[in-house]
């Protein structure tokens, strides 16, 4: 019976063995565990057991064996012979599940980030726009402000021109009115020292006729005596 099977085993081997020629990777599909022997006979010494969905390397293929490398941690090492038919280079559903279910794992974690992110960026966005609303109140502020400033510049300039002018009228009115009162004290001072010239000249003239009629009446009381 153990030689029926054998044979079996080798006629699948040859069946399929082309199949793994340019494979990189495999799977033992057994549900029970076969040997990994030196050589591609099952008089070769076994090296171990494989177990069902262990993966290997395969290297090289010939009538119905293949040379293989284990792929276990802690076994990657370990090569040897093994039948062909033994081999599968589908994905095993159990591997695939467990890949499936690291995966989504993986993609929950991502998801949590990402929606870890999300949130953050939405209060970071309603902090965003409370800001933006407070600075566009504060520039509606700030060019009201303006607005106001430039009316009332507007009318302090018109002051301050309206200031200046009075100002210049007023300097001018003050130094018309200068030169007047110089120009009168002048006037005076010239009216004062002709009625002075005037008096005296008056009084010479009197004196001088006092002396010559008193000299007139000496010589005429002289002339009658």
Sequence with gaps: MNRLAVVVFLI?????????CNAEKAYVVNPSKITLREGPSVKEKIVTMLSQDEPVEV??????????????????????????????????????????????????E????????????SGEREEMRGKLEKNAKTLDEIQNSYQTLKKEAKGFLK????????????????????????????????????????????????????LVIGRKEKKLKSSYY
């Excluded at 980030?113 to 953050?120: D, F, G």
């Design 59 to 108: 290297l090289a293929s010939q009538e119905g064996w293949s040379h293989v490398r284990l792929l276990t941690p802690n076994r990657e090492k370990t090569e040897g012979w093994v039948v062909s038919g033994f081999l599968a280079n589908r994905v095993p559903w159990k591997a695939q599940a467990a890949s499936l279910k690291e995966e989504n794992a993986l993609f929950k």
């Design 110 to 121: 991502k998801l949590d980030k990402i929606e870890s992110q999300w949130r953050a960026l």
């Design 12 to 20: 699948l081997g040859i069946c399929l063995g082309s199949e793994f």
């Design 159 to 210: 002051l301050k021109q309206a200031y200046e002018t009075a100002k210049e009228k007023m300097e001018a009115a003050q130094a018309i009115a200068e030169k007047l009162a110089k120009e009168n004290s002048a006037l005076e001072s010239s009216q004062r020292n002709k009625w002075f010239l005037t008096g005296a000249a008056v009084l010479l003239v009197g004196l001088i006729l006092g």
